[in-house]
Nanobody, 119 residues
Framework: QVQLVESGGGLVQAGDSLRLTCAAS????????MGWFRQAPGKERESVGA????????NYANSVKGRFTISRDNAKNTVYLQMNSLKSEDTAVYYC????????????WGQGTQVTVSS
């Protein structure tokens, strides 16, 4: 069992920056990848990016590449999503998720944190 809690969302203006935090607890030793997802009203959930727990290799969706950065702190079992040059299109509920062992799906999800970017 893995528990995830996101925090750091809020209301910002276009062009501003924001950092989201995802704190993990439970069977954190089994986590392999940490992903960030987002869902805007009326739209399906989409992947923002992910990072490997070991090695810290990250990848990103084209829509956020160059603006967002995913990092992790192994000692704190915490993952971050640094968002720069925010656009109104980035407005969504942001979720973190964990893949454990060798399973191809994200099995554990946080409750989400709202990010609103005003134009």
């Amino acid at each position: 069992q893995v528990q995830l809690v996101e925090s750091g969302g809020g209301l910002v203006q276009a062009g501003d920056s924001l950092r989201l935090t995802c704190a993990a607890s439970g069977r954190t030793f089994s986590m392999i990848y940490m992903g960030w997802f987002r869902q805007a009203p009326g739209k399906e959930r989409e992947s923002v990016g992910a990072i490997s727990w070991i090695g810290g290799i990250a990848n990103y969706a084209n829509s956020v590449k160059g603006r967002f950065t995913i990092s992790r702190d192994n000692a704190k079992n915490t993952v971050y999503l640094q968002m720069n040059s925010l656009k109104s299109e980035d407005t969504a509920v942001y979720y973190c998720a964990a893949r454990v062992e060798t399973k191809p799906t994200y099995d554990y999800w946080g409750q989400g944190t709202q990010v609103t970017v005003s134009s």
